[in-house]
């Protein structure tokens, strides 16, 4: 979804609230690709903040249908996007040090239109987890049979010696009587 900046850019103390739709049904990463569950809308406040540049500040609501990282099974996993970014208008040359800021809002501006959909895309990036969890104490799944831990115990035995005792072991199975 783009969203025109161009009255904000150039009138100033221009301030504009609106609800945009983010489109996307799937998100795709390293990780692979993602199905959305449920969104809400994006709700932006667009505020001028000096000579050609605008402050994008938001949050929104994405619930995805991903999969415990010990267990395997399936969970929602709700992401509360808040975020705020500065974008710059694509005919500002900077003469102040600020090509880094242009650079970054390079990637979110198409011309005088902000890309919305980009700039959801690269917060749920930044608010990834590192691991995800059906509940804190998933026990996961048993590396024998792989039953999950979490239904019930299996009989398996998933006793892994230390191999530091190896060369021990060795000695006592060598001087066993028979």
């Known amino acids: 979804m783009l ?14 609230e609106l609800e945009v739709s983010y489109v996307p049904d799937t998100f795709t990463n390293q990780l692979g690709t993602f199905s959305i569950r449920e969104k809400s809308p994006v709700a932006l406040k667009l505020s001028n903040i000096g000579q050609s540049k ?35 208008s694509p005919d500002v040359i900077s003469d102040d040090g600020n090509e880094i800021e242009a650079e970054d809002s390079a990637v979110l501006m198409e011309g005088y ?47 892994v010696p230390d191999p530091r005792m190896a060369a021990i072991k060795d000695l006592f199975n060598a001087n066993k009587e028979v």
């Open 3 to 16: 969203v025109n900046l161009t009255d904000v850019f150039t009138n100033e103390g221009q301030v504009q």
């Open 54 to 88: 605008a402050l994008v500040q938001g949050n929104a609501k994405i619930t995805f249908m991903l999969s415990c990282d010990r267990c395997l099974r399936d969970v929602d996993y709700t992401f509360d996007l808040s975020f705020d970014s500065v974008v710059v």
């Open 113 to 159: 239109h902000l890309n919305v959909d980009e700039l959801i895309n690269n917060e749920l990036l930044l608010n990834w987890p590192m691991k995800i969890l059906c509940r804190e104490d998933c026990k996961g799944i048993c590396k024998v049979c792989g039953k999950n831990r979490n239904d019930g115990d299996c009989s398996c035995d998933d006793f």
